[in-house]
């Protein structure tokens, strides 16, 4: 079994992410590693501007987003330099987190859908798929 020393918890910052904060910080824990964070705020398609006026919604989102991380980095005890909030598609952003800081293990929560909308459109799956160390999924409550 790989001793992993840099893990990235992806997390969509939803209530059901939450629930998996104790388990990714036993691991952590555990190897004795370092812990990253990271959230991606996707961008708004241009059609939704048109109808929002002149509100930067995804400006508020991507602050919004920043004050969550910042509350969930001082609960999980990780430094602000090892917080990352992207703006973009999450897979891309993830990945590309991952292999900046070096992880060698990106943790991600699963919402347990089934069906066709576990395979098509699936963030976890393509990070599954894409990424260039191990991933581990973790089932949300």
């Known amino acids: 079994m790989p001793s992993y020393k840099h893990v990235l918890f992806a997390t969509d910052l939803t209530d059901e992410n939450h629930h998996i904060v104790g388990r990714?910080?036993?691991l952590v824990e555990s190897y004795g590693a370092k812990l990253s964070l990271v959230h991606v705020v996707e961008h708004l398609a241009a059609i939704?501007?048109?109808?929002?006026?002149?509100?930067?919604?995804?400006?508020?989102?991507?602050?919004?987003?920043?004050k969550q991380m910042d509350k969930l980095a001082k609960e999980m005890g990780v430094d602000?330099?090892?917080?990352h909030v992207e703006v973009g598609h999450p897979k891309t952003e993830i990945l590309e987190t991952a292999?900046?800081?070096?992880a060698d293990l990106i943790m991600v929560g699963s919402h347990g859908r089934s069906g066709i909308t576990a395979i098509?459109?699936?963030?976890?799956?393509a990070i599954i798929h894409g990424?260039?160390?191990d991933v581990l999924v973790v089932r949300a409550k």
């Open 99 to 102: 292999k900046a800081a070096k």
């Open 24 to 26: 990714v910080k036993k």
């Open 120 to 125: 098509i459109g699936s963030t976890t799956n």
């Open 48 to 66: 939704a501007y048109s109808y929002m006026g002149s509100v930067d919604v995804e400006e508020q989102l991507l602050e919004e987003a920043k």
């Open 131 to 133: 990424a260039e160390c």
């Open 80 to 83: 602000a330099k090892d917080t």
